[in-house]
Structure formats: C-alpha cells, structure tokens
C-alpha cells in the first residue's frame, strides 16, 4: 500500500546488510515524517486549551518571537512553493507519487497551526513551550535521515529530483535555526524570575541560572540577588491547598478515634450491662464515654485523631509526586539499558566481521542514553526537593497558624522549646523524607530487574545468593527498630535540653545575680550526656549496618558461584559469565543499601508525623461562649458566667452576672487571688467555658499585666500594625508620659528594643504597652492592671491623661484592674472581687454608704499606709485568698477630700524640677516641635546605639582551613590516624579485587572455558571471597572509631558553645535574640551531631574511591591521563563558579531561618494579645512572608545543585564521580561554618580569678563608690555619671528617682553584670573588679525586680547546689510566708514548678525569691522594687521580715513607693545617672529639693506620718 503511495520500495532489510547501509526513501518520506507531525497534531488541542485557561495579559512582542514566526512564514512559503512545483510538473503525462500532493499540503496546515501556536504564547508567562521544543528536536532528528540520503544520491550524480533536495535542504536549515532559536529564553515584564521565563531546553538543562552563578562568582550573594518564589509554591497557596485537605482528613480521624473510644468503652462495660436492661444500659454507655472524655482531656491516653497528616500531604503535592514517579520511572528503565548497551559494544569489539557504523551507532545511542538519563535524573531530584520544601514550609506555617488557636488545655502540654522543635526539627525530617519516598517503589523494582537478568546468566543457582541477602534484610530491620527507639528518646532528650536552655536564656539575669550557672550547666550537661551515649549507640549499630553492606555483594557472588559449579559438573564459570555476574550485584548493592536508609528515615519521619498529628490535631479555643452583637445596648454583659482555667480543676470564675455600658470606666479591685485576671482572660476567650456567656460589642483592645513587648522600634510596638497619625501618636506618647524616656533612649521613637523589651526598664515597658492599646481606635479597653510598674506621680500623670474621665479614652469604655485606691473615687462604677464571684459593685459613694466589704478595705488599706496609695497587687493565684482584714475603726470621712486635694495639687515631676536647673525648661509643644525637625535628621543617619539587634553574622568566603582543624582536633588527632588508615587499606582492598578480577578475565583466553582446572577456579573464587572481607572489616573498624570521635567531637563543641554563652557579657544577650542563640543549640549542635560525622565519612570514601579508580584506570590505560587533565580543568571551573554561590546561599538559609524561630516564640508568648486585638491575620503573613524568605534561598540552593550536577553529569561519568564528592564537600563546609562562627565568639571575664577575696568577706558590708560610670555599650552615652557615697556598714539605703533614672542599673553595677566604664565600687577595702565574678556574687544578695522561675521543683529554684538542710528551707519559708501554701501542696518541696513558674502567681514568685534570699545570709542586700507586685498585706509581711531577719545587713532598696523607704537611714535621689541629693529622711523633707516634692505628691508630710 506504500509503496504504492510512495511509487518505491518501503522496507528492504538488504539495505542495511552493508558497509554504507541507508534506509529506503519512501520509508523517510512516510514514517519519519509523520511521526513529529503526528506528535504536534495529538497534542496541539490540549496545549491550545491549556493557554486559553491560564492566560494572563498579553505581553509585547519581542524580536526573538519576530523571528521565529518569520522563519516559520518561510517554512509556509516553501511547503506552497513545492506544491505548486508538483501540480506543474502533474501536468505532464508522468505520475507524481500521491506522497508528493499529501506531504506539502500536511506541511502547509502545520506550519499555520504552528504559527497560531507561537503568537498563543504571548498570552503566556513562558513564551516557548515545552511540546513545541520537542517538536523542533523530533523533527531536526527525523530529518537526519533523508538529509543524509538526498546528498549521497547528489554525490552519486543522481539529480533528477534537484528542485525537490534544494526545496528539502532550505527546510531542514530553517528546522535547525528554530530550534536553536528555541532554546534562548524570552524575558517577560511581569516577572523578574527567569525560571519562570525559560525556555524548555534552557529549564531542563537549568541553563537559566547562569546568571546568578555569575554573579555569586564575582561578589557574595545578597538576599536582594535570590530570586522570588513563583506564586504556586509560596506558602500562602500550599497552606490554604493543605488545610482544604487537612479539614476532611481530620474529620475523618477524629471520628475513628470516637469509633476506637466507643468500642474500648464498650468492651470496658460489657461485664458490666450482664445484668442491667435496656434503658439503663444506653444510660450506662453514656457515663462511660464521659469517663473516656474525661480521661482524654487529662491528656493520660494517647487518643488524638492519627494516620491523617500523610495523606493530606499527599493530596495537597499528589502532582509533584505524580512527575517525580513518572521521571524515575525513566530513569530506572534507562539504567538497565546501560549494561545492554555496554555488552552489545563489547561484543561489538570482539567481533572482527561486524560494519563499522554499528560500532558508531552504539556509540551515539549511549551517549543519548546517558544524556536522557542524567537530565531525567537531575529533574526528579528537582522536583524531589522542591516537594521537599514545600512540606517544610507547609508543616512550618500550620503549626505556626496552630499556635494562634490552639487551646489552653492543649498549649500546657508544650513548652515553647517544644513547639519550636516541632517547627525546626520535625518539619526538617519530613522534607528529608520526601527523598526517598520513590525509592521505596524503585528499589523494588530495580531488585527484581537486576534478579531476572542474573537469572538469565546463572540459571536457578542465583536463588542462593537470593536468600542470602533476603536473611540480612531482618538482620537490618532488627537494628534499623532498635535505633529508631534510641533516636524517640533522643529526641525526648533533645526537647527537655532545648527547653533548659530557653529558660536559662529567659532567665539569663537571675542566673548571673545569683551565680548560679554551674549549677544549670551540670543539669544541661547530664542531659547532653545521655544524648551522647545514645548518638554512640546510633552510631555503632549504623555501622554494623554498613558493615553487612559491604560484606552483601561480596557473599553473595561467592555464595552463588560456588552454588552453580557445585550443581552441575557441566556448569563453568567462564570469566564472561563472572564478569557481568558480579557487575549486576553491585547494581543489587545500591537499593538494597538504601533499603534500611529508606526505613530509618521513614521510621524518623514516622515518629515526627506522630508528634505533628497530635500539635496540630489538638482541641482549639472554643470561644463560642463569647458572643459579639454590634446592636447591642450595653458594651459587655456577663449573663451567669462560669469559666476556668483546667476542665479538671473547679471554676475559676462562678456564675458572674455584670452589666457594663458603654463608656463608663469600671474599676475591679479584689485581694491576691480573687480572680481578677482571669475575669479580663475570659472576656478575651482564653479561658474554658463551663456555663453562661459574655455578650460583647465591639472592638477590644487590652493591656496585660506582665506587658509583651516586640523585638523591634518603640515605634512599632505603639502602632501595632496601625497606619501611622502623626498628631495622634504624638499625643499617646505625651499622655502615656513617655516623651520623657525618648529623649533618654538613643534614637528616640526609633530605638530598636530588644527581645520580650530587654533593654527597658518595667515602667516603660508598661507605659508602651498602655501607648499600644490606646493608639488603636477600639470600643472596649480591658486593662490589667497598667499602673503596677510605674511611680506615684508618672501613675496620676497616665491616669488623668489615659484612663481617668478627661484622658485620652474617656467615652470609650474601660475596665480597669487597679490597687491604687485614690484613683477609685472618679470611676464609674467599682467591682468587688473574691473567689471568682462578684461580691459588691456600685459607684465609690454607694459602696462607701453600705459599709460592706469595699470599706473595710479601703479602711485596712488606710491603715497599712498613711495616706499613700500606691499599693499593686497581682494576679489569678490558685490560692483562695478570701480573708479580708477585719475592720478596725469607722472610715473617717476626710479621705475623699484628702484624695481630691491630692490630685489637683498637681506638682512638676521630679525630672522636670532638676532638669531645670541644668537645661531651661522646654514646654512639651516645643519638645513635639524639635522632635519633628529631629526625625528627619535621624532618617539620615542612625544614632549611635539605637540598633540593639545585631545583625546575624554571616561570614562570605571559604571557610578557613581552621575551622575544619578546630572540628579534626576536636575528634582527636589519634583516631583520625585510625580513621584514615583503616579507609586507606579498604580501597587498596578494592583496587586489589578489581585487579583480581581482570586477571580472572584473562583466564577465559588462555582455557578455551573447556579445561579449566578446578583449582585455579576455586583459587579465583577463594582470593575474591578473602579481599571483599578486608574491605568488610576495614570499614566497620573505620567506621566504629569515627563514630568514637565524632561523639567526643559533638561533647567538646557543645561543651565550649555552653561555656562559652554562659559566660558571655550581659550585653551579649541584650543584643542577640533567644531565637538565634537556640537555633545554635538546636540547628547547629544537631548538624554536628548528625550531618558532620556522615559528610566527613562520606567524603573520605568518595575522596579514596576517586583515587583508587583513576589508579587503576591509569593502569589499565595510561592514556586515559590526557583526558583526565582537561576533564580535571573543566571541572574546577565549573567547581570554582558553583561553590562560591552555593556557600553563600546555605549560609542565606541559616541567616533567614533564625528569625522563622524568633518570631515564633516571640508570638507565643504574647498570644492573648495578639488575640483581644484580633491580629492574627497580621501575625500569619508576617510567618509567611518570612517563610517566604526563607524558602527562596532554600530554593535557589537547590536549582544551584540541579545546575552544577547537569554540567558535571554532562563532563562524564567520572566527573559525576566527583559531583557526589562536592555536594558532601559542601554540606560539610556549611555546618563547619556555623560551628566555627560560634567557636570564635569571645570569652567574657573569668568567674574565679587568682585574686580570691580574703576569707570571710564582706564582713562589715561597707560600699563605696568613687567616681562611678557606666554605659550599656561601647557606643552608647553613660547612663552612671560619676557617682560617689559611701555607705557604712548595717546602713539601710533608700533609692529613688523617676522610671528610667538609673536605679536598677545601680544594682547591675554592683553585680559587676555590666562593667565600669569608669571610677570603682569598694566592697570591705577590696575593689571588686579586682575578683572572680563568682567570688562577689556569692556575696551579695538581690530580690530582683521581675521574679523569675525555672522549672524544676520548688526546692531547686531556691537552693539549686543542695546546700542547704530541709530544716532551712522550711525556715525561710516560714520567713517569707510561704509555709503553709508550700506545705498544701500535694509534693510540697517537690513540688513542680511549669516554664517561667507560670503555674504560681506573680505575688508568690516575689516571696518565694524572698526566700532566696533569706537562704543566702549574705551581708548586703539588695532589693529592686521587690514589693511592686504584691498587695499591701503582703507588702507590710515582707517589710517586716526584712527589718528583721536583715538587721545585721546593708540594705540597699530601690523603690517606687515613698513610704517603704521613709524609714531608712539614708535616701539616695537619682536624676539622669548622677546623684541629685543624698541624706537622711529628715533631713532630705527639710531642703526643699527633689525628694521633698515627690514626698509632698505622695502625701507624706513627715517621716513619722508613713511609720509601718
């Protein structure tokens, strides 16, 4: 039928039987053309269609599309031409095949299909696509053919067809040149991303990144170089893709495990129904299912909803995965045809008959063979790890978007260490996972392969060596289970070390103040100690792993040989046989050694998907019963609200009714415990609801008790997100009395605070987070409390500004939690508090006339204090606190006079009255004025001091040679030497059996495989056997000591990294972020714990395995060298490009992963306010856009690879050889980098120096001061200036002075936490800068201002080295009035304190420091405002214990309320870091100074009238 349509042969077979074979040309004309026409019309309707769906706005034309649809026009011109030149010459009287009509006019319709195609395109991101490319290809391939045969025809002087080849030959030019044309990448205006751009030859090839590997090459890589992330694979589309997914999923497994609950009940009550009937058996089946609920709320089962995480991953990727299968699917198929290939050349070789063009076409076939195998094999690792990374990114922001919602009940099960691994670690195993998830398929599939063509070789005898590896595979898998049980509780060590370090971290200051760091390093260390016992034993059954891996291959071909000559006398093993035998093992070797990596990691990512299911499969806030009506007549009503804090636990909050209108301003007053808090958190929906509701309407915005500040300028931490309103926020800042602190702060509104505030004092942190609520427009203001941390006057100031009925807020409403009982007579309305239950409510006046419980506190309080009301108290204790103190006398009636006296009597602070005479006064206006002009100013230039946050050190260039000496040294030089040499005899074993080998081969030419002597086989078999078990050996004894020092290499880093942190300055952590420092204990220690030891391994086989193979290479063919050294030049090149642009972008990685972190824990701890603002949204694309960040660099790191590995791949199969090599060279560098980094961190002073105190010292506890100052940092203005006093011995010293003045820096002076910058401290004649910091802080005493905790028993937080007999702590306790709370509890001393101490009120943390400090009987004390957050009970306890049981002391008391220092020996007035007067209470009442005006302020008329 063909041949008919052609008029000539088809197919002949004689044509290829002969040196200078062809193919028919009817055969060109027909298949070989239609087969990439066909090609294009199959697939042009899905590709038209898939334009028309995703197509964007039309893009301008280039001159790359000019000309490609000009050459395309040519194309049409020629296929017309010809036509016509057919049907002229069918004029005549001679047929014209029919394939001369149909081929011109199947051209003339594709040419135009082809043109519509490429204007489509315009409509498109990428302008060349893929299936046009194939085109090109297709067609330039199948043209070859006819090319070639049109030529050999003219050369013969056949030219009847001349028109036809030249028509022919123009064609196939114009073919070539589109397809070169298509190779080139058109830019795109909407997208600066080339990858989005490139064309399909430029993508696989991954050509399109040249150039940032040009400019890695020339300068270090900035994050502004790295290219964004295409809009499919940000995080924001894979979260909302994934949660669509997760929401069925989840429901699905929640039901199983009510399915699971209900037949464990079930079974739990069947021998309990025998004998009960119907009704009460459904009745019993009810109590039972509560009982389940309540068993599962405890948290005692393990009942969270599971197996549901992988499967919505897998439907969320299932595209990606669907590629990646298809790629190495490929890939597999392609490898076993290299063997084939390689036989047929061999054989090719041997046969001397055989044409010369056979030999050239195995050649090219291999090549492309090899060519299509490396790119297919470089795109799945492509898209592996682009799966890779969006799991990561995927699981990152879900357990972040968690965090927001998740539940109290649930968040208590997890430290914020905890959390944060789930985010670094867990997310970190699943993206390793994804690599191998094909492998588990294709190592299947590549056994069976590798069996079928053995078995064609050997026959049944290959089921021997079959079995042999069958029985290592439970071998592995007994070890792969055991070491996945060591790493579950390794990770369990992990968590506990992480969440230690936070809390020392957070706790940094008290550490210091106490000196109590050996204590906490002894506890980390004891950790890390099992962590490294169980890395060893990791280490050493991955070795016995490894070590059957070698021996597998080995064993096995000697098993089975010995098996087929055993069989059958008739059955020789002739070389041929051996040879392609033994090749095929060691293709069996590689999947069945990835098999237990397969598993390992697997059984990983198993154990973190558990952890992960039950973070984020657990219960979220259940705000339901908060209800917001916007047309509503009252601003917030509680109808028969009961709320607590743990279902198990009794409410916290009982049956509270209350109405509040809008804008009236409602205060809440109650003692320690009453549940105050806790009335604010369930307004704001933290709390669990047990019954009623709380109706709302309206926005809300809140200030906390403890504030959460923001790493970040004062500025922002104001705005919150907000648009900035000049006027307005100038106001807030004036209102909230903080104008005074930015011309103090270095940059003014601009200075950057640190991590959770760290460099403010707690005033001021509480009046920024006062500015925050205010400066948000909302309708309610819930307020915890905002007055505590601020003085007397600084508190009337914000009152009469903010809250009172003429601030800032006034007709908005406002509740407010309040001690400062002067401030109650001008609020609306007054709530009594106790117990949880509303015990009085009404206006002052009402309450005051019922004489009921309000007047009775207010007559103690009285009492307690003369006229001075500053008295704060704190928050949802779990003591039932109830028992008021009983009335004493009538009321008398003058103190609601005396009150409003006080507030009009409206004196200059303190600062402004001693500024004055200094700097002539500025009227706020003109401080507003200046301060405008002044920011622009600042714009210019940042302030010295005003950027607190270090950035993150990222160090460019190669990694120092010591670094990599510091890592060596560390495992210890002697191993190293073993290490080395055990590797060394290992490959000189491997060139050793290779040899054998080849000798074996030679054997085959001298006995025909005849004769051959059963004695030299079985020397042959016998001397193989024997050097693959060298090699087997070596290598586990290599192995087994590197695991040795690898461990010894992990103890020695961390050990110097925790010294090294411990004992870094004060100022180290003002500056650096918690998050920064963890991610060193977390990312970095767990890269020297894992990554190192595998890269160093595998490189120093990579590295010998090189050198073996060229050794014996060369000696198999010396010739082979030439090649080797511009092969060697080519790839340095290539190497030299790459590295500097794959350095840089790991180190990218590691600098924008810190802040993921930072921002994490930051948003975790400030949570209820994040929430009453509602500004999750917010907090989410922040994550996002920082994940973002993050994965673009991850990304180009990736594509940085892919590139290098195709140009290798493409150099040869040696090089590739190297490629593995580098890809481990640079694993190694990166983490080698970030260890060293920490490394040279500097050392701060030495904690014991030679110079000991004199024994007994202090005795007397006399300090002076000569000329002292002090600065925070170097660059930064003295915030000490030159202070002198001397202080006698027993004296009690008060100090005071406005927020921000420099009390509490006094006290970090005298802890040497900050040093002099000038001037000295004597202590009893020794000038402490003269000794160990661990001899003076021994010493001395603190009471600090925020009372921190750790976790950890009661008695570990008070006595940590167990010095100190029961007996004496139980007195201390006594001491600090804690004995019977102590004593009530379940464990009493034992009893466990949560992260933070956040399980005991703010009061009882204070007494229990308190404790602290009676225990350490030191000579001096200090305490800094020790008594803020206690109410004034507690207060007048704590002031009598001390006056006590600190006779004997120095005492030096920094205060904010007047009357606990009136009765000092001595009143220290602090302005602006110098001392503004200095002498006794009386004496300072008298001059009529500084003091005696604050005095006047706080009502206090002589010293007398405050006596306690």
């Known amino acids: 039928m063909l041949e008919k349509f052609c008029n000539s042969t088809f197919w002949n077979s004689s044509f290829l039987d002969s040196p200078e074979a062809d193919l028919p040309l009817c055969f060109e004309q027909t298949v070989l053309v239609w087969i990439p026409l066909g090609f294009l019309w199959l697939l042009a309707p899905w590709q038209l269609l898939h334009v028309y769906r995703t197509k964007i706005n039309r893009s301008s034309i280039t001159k790359l599309y000019l000309a490609k649809q000009v050459l395309v026009g040519f194309l049409l011109i020629l296929a017309a031409i010809e036509l016509a030149l057919v049907l002229t010459e069918d004029s005549g009287q001679a047929t014209v095949p029919a394939i001369r009509y149909t081929n011109p006019s199947l051209y003339l319709g594709t040419w135009l299909l082809v043109l519509l195609f490429q204007h489509s395109r315009l409509w498109c991101v990428q302008k060349d696509s893929w299936f046009l490319s194939l085109f090109w290809i297709l067609s330039v391939l199948c043209g070859v053919f006819q090319f070639q045969t049109l030529i050999r025809a003219l050369l013969k002087g056949n030219n009847s067809n001349l028109a036809y080849s030249c028509l022919f030959f123009i064609c196939y030019a114009l073919n070539v040149l589109i397809l070169i044309l298509s190779a080139f990448s058109e830019k795109d205006d909407s997208s600066n991303n080339p990858s989005f751009t490139a064309s399909f030859l430029s993508s696989i090839t991954f050509s399109w990144y040249d150039s940032i590997v040009l400019k890695g090459y020339k300068q270090p890589l900035t994050l502004e170089d790295v290219w964004d992330l295409d809009e499919n694979i940000k995080t924001k589309t894979l979260v909302s893709k994934f949660e669509k997914y997760m929401a069925g999923e989840l429901q699905k497994a929640r039901k199983a495990v009510q399915r699971r609950q209900r037949g464990r009940a079930q079974g739990n009550s069947r021998d309990r129904l025998h004998g009960l009937n119907k009704n009460q058996s459904q009745s019993q089946d009810i109590l039972v299912l509560e009982d389940v609920k309540k068993k599962e709320k405890s948290g005692t089962t393990e009942n969270f909803p599971k197996a549901w995480l992988v499967k919505t991953l897998f439907k ?47 050649s090219v076939l291999f090549f492309v063979v090899a060519l299509i195998q490396s790119l297919c094999l470089q795109n799945y690792f492509q898209l592996c790890f682009m799966l890779g990374t969006g799991v990561r990114a995927t699981i990152m922001a879900s357990v972040y978007k968690k965090a927001l919602t998740l539940s109290n009940q649930s968040r208590k099960q997890y430290t914020i260490g905890e959390t944060v691994n789930l985010m670094s670690v867990d997310a970190q195993k699943l993206m390793d996972m994804t690599g191998f998830i094909h492998l588990l398929w294709s190592n299947i599939l590549q056994i069976t392969l590798c069996i079928s063509f053995l078995w064609a070789e050997l026959g049944p005898s290959v089921l021997a060596g079959v079995g042999v590896m069958v029985l290592l595979i439970p071998i592995n898998g007994i070890l792969a289970t055991k070491s996945r049980a060591v790493q579950v509780k390794n990770m369990k060590n992990k968590d506990k070390r992480l969440k230690i370090m936070n809390e020392i971290l957070s706790g940094i200051k008290i ?93 990983q990512a198993s154990v973190s998907t558990e952890r992960l299911e039950k973070y984020l499969g657990g219960d979220d806030l259940d705000t339901s019963a908060i209800r917001h009506e916007y047309n509503f007549d009252k601003a917030v009503q509680f109808s028969e609200a009961s709320f607590t804090w743990d279902r198990d636990l009794e409410a916290t909050i009982r049956d509270v009714n209350l109405d509040i209108m809008p804008g009236q301003l409602v205060a809440v007053v109650g003692t320690v415990g009453s549940g105050k808090s806790s009335l604010m958190s369930a307004m704001l929906g933290e709390m669990e609801n047990v019954h009623g509701h709380i109706t709302i309407k309206g926005t809300i915005a809140y200030v906390p008790q403890q504030s959460w500040i923001q790493n970040g300028t004062l500025k922002d931490n104001i705005l919150f997100g907000s648009e900035l309103d000049e006027k307005k926020y100038q106001q807030v800042l004036e209102a909230c009395a903080l104008l005074p602190d930015l011309e103090v702060l270095p940059g003014g509104d601009l200075a950057e605070i640190g991590e959770k505030g760290i460099n403010l004092s707690g005033g001021q942190k509480q009046r920024i987070s006062l500015a925050r609520a205010t400066y948000q427009n909302s309708d309610i203001y819930v307020l915890d409390d905002p007055l505590s941390a601020v003085d007397a006057h600084v508190g009337k100031h914000i009152f009469n500004k903010v809250l009172g009925p003429n601030g800032l807020l006034k007709g908005k409403t406002r509740l407010l939690i309040t001690h400062s009982i002067h401030f109650l007579p001008q609020v609306d309305e007054i709530v009594v508090l106790g117990n949880g239950t509303i015990l009085e409510k009404g206006s002052y006046s009402t309450l005051l006339a019922k004489k009921g419980l309000f007047a009775k506190i207010l007559k103690t309080s009285k009492k307690q204090m003369g006229l001075e009301g500053e008295a704060t108290v704190n928050e949802d204790s779990e003591e039932d606190d109830c028992g008021l103190m009983p009335s004493v006398e009538e009321i008398p009636e003058e103190v609601a006079s005396l009150t409003m006296r006080r507030e009009n009597s409206l004196h200059r602070t303190l600062s402004h009255s001693s500024r004055s005479s200094s700097r002539h006064r500025k009227s706020l206006k003109n401080s507003l004025k200046t301060r405008n002009v002044n920011t622009l100013k600042e714009e210019e230039e940042l302030v010295k001091g005003q950027k607190l946050i270090k950035k993150e050190f990222i160090q460019t260039g190669k ?138 391994r595998s490189w120093l086989v990579c590295f010998l395995g090189i050198i073996s193979t060229l050794v014996m290479i060369c000696m198999a063919t010396p010739i082979f060298i030439t090649v080797i050294i511009p092969l060697g030049i080519i790839y340095t090149f290539v ?72 140009r290798l791949e493409l150099i040869g199969n040696l090089i590739v050889f190297f490629a593995s090599v580098m890809m481990v060279i640079y694993r190694d560098t990166l983490s080698g980098d970030t260890a060293g980094f920490v490394l040279s961190n500097a050392l701060n002073a030495p904690w014991v120096t030679d110079k000991r105190p004199p024994p007994g010292w202090p005795s007397k506890g006399e300090i002076q001061f000569n000329n002292y100052q002090l600065r925070y940092r170097p660059e930064l203005d003295l915030i000490l200036k030159g202070i002198t006093c001397d202080i006698k011995s027993m004296e009690k010293v008060g100090v005071v002075g406005r927020t921000g003045a420099g009390k509490s820096t006094l006290t970090n002076a005298l802890f040497r936490i900050l040093e002099a910058a000038g001037g000295q401290i004597i202590i009893d004649g020794v000038d402490i800068a003269s000794i160990g910091l661990h001899d003076l802080r021994e010493k001395l005493t603190i009471i600090p201002q925020d009372p921190i905790l750790f976790s950890g028993s009661l008695r570990m937080n008070l006595d940590p080295f167990n010095n100190h007999s029961d007996e004496e ?138 006596s306690l």
């Open 316 to 362: 969320t990727f299932y595209v990606i995965l669907l590629k990646s299968f298809l790629l190495k699917l490929m890939h597999d198929l392609l490898m076993f045809l290299n063997p084939q290939l390689l036989k047929l050349l061999i054989s090719f070789a041997n046969n001397r008959d055989a044409y010369v063009w056979v030999g050239y076409l195995y």
């Open 511 to 603: 550490l210091k103040y106490f000196a109590w760091e050996p204590s906490f390093k002894k506890q980390v260390r004891e950790l890390r100690k099992k962590e490294l016992k169980n890395l060893l034993t990791l280490g050493q059954m991955q070795t016995i792993m490894i070590f059957f891996l070698y021996l597998s291959p080995v064993l096995v071909s000697v098993i089975t040989f010995s098996v087929y000559i055993l069989v059958n006398s008739n059955n020789v093993l002739d070389a041929e046989k051996a040879f392609t035998s033994i090749t095929l093992f060691n293709i069996l070797r590689f999947p069945l050694s990835m098999f237990p990596m397969v598993i390992t990691s697997m059984l």
């Open 1135 to 1206: 190497q030299m490009f790459y590295v500097a642009t794959s350095r840089q972008l790991k180190r990218l990685d590691s600098v924008t992963r810190s802040p993921i972190y930072s921002h994490f824990s930051e948003t975790v701890s400030g949570l209820s306010v994040i929430r009453a603002f509602e500004h999750q949204q917010r907090f989410l694309k922040h994550n996002e856009v920082g994940i973002d960040t993050n994965q673009k660099c991850v990304f180009s790191w990736i594509v940085s690879n892919r590139w290098l590995a195709v």
């Open 1369 to 1506: 702590i139980w007195k201390a306790l006594e001491l600090a009035h804690l004995k019977s709370f102590v004593a009530g509890l379940q464990l009493g001393l034992s009893h466990k304190v949560t992260e933070a101490g956040d399980n005991l009120s703010i009061g009882q943390r204070q007494l229990l420091c308190l404790a602290r400090a009676l225990l350490r009987k030191s000579k001096i004390l200090i305490m800094d405002e020790a008594t803020a957050a206690v109410d004034i009970e507690t207060d007048h306890l704590i002031q009598t214990t001390i006056q006590k049981e600190f006779s004997h002391c120095t005492t030096i008391t920094i205060a904010h309320r007047l009357h606990t220092i009136m009765d000092s020996d001595k009143i220290m007035v602090l302005d602006n870091g110098k001392i503004v007067e200095y002498g006794t209470p009386n004496e300072l009442l008298k001059n009529s100074g500084p003091f005696c005006l604050m005095a006047k302020e706080a009502g206090i008329e002589n010293v007398n009238s405050t």
């Open 959 to 1096: 990694v120092k040679l010591s670094i990599y000496l510091k890592y060596l040294r560390a495992m210890g030089l002697c191993l190293i030497f073993f290490i080395i040499i055990a590797y060394v005899i290992n490959a000189v074993a491997y060139i050793g059996s290779n040899l054998w080998l080849s000798a074996w081969t030679n054997d085959s030419k001298t006995y025909n495989g005849t004769n051959y002597p059963a004695s030299q086989r079985d020397l042959r078999v016998g001397v193989y056997g024997a050097l693959g078990l060298v090699q087997g050996v070596f290598v586990l004894i290599g192995n087994l000591c590197s695991a040795r020092a690898s461990t010894h290499a992990s103890n020695i880093l961390h050990k110097q990294l925790l010294t090294n942190i411990l004992r870094a300055p004060m100022s180290f952590f003002d500056t650096t972020p918690t998050g920064r420092i963890v991610n060193r204990f977390a990312g970095d220690i767990s890269t020297v714990d894992d990554t190192l030891p595998l890269s160093l």
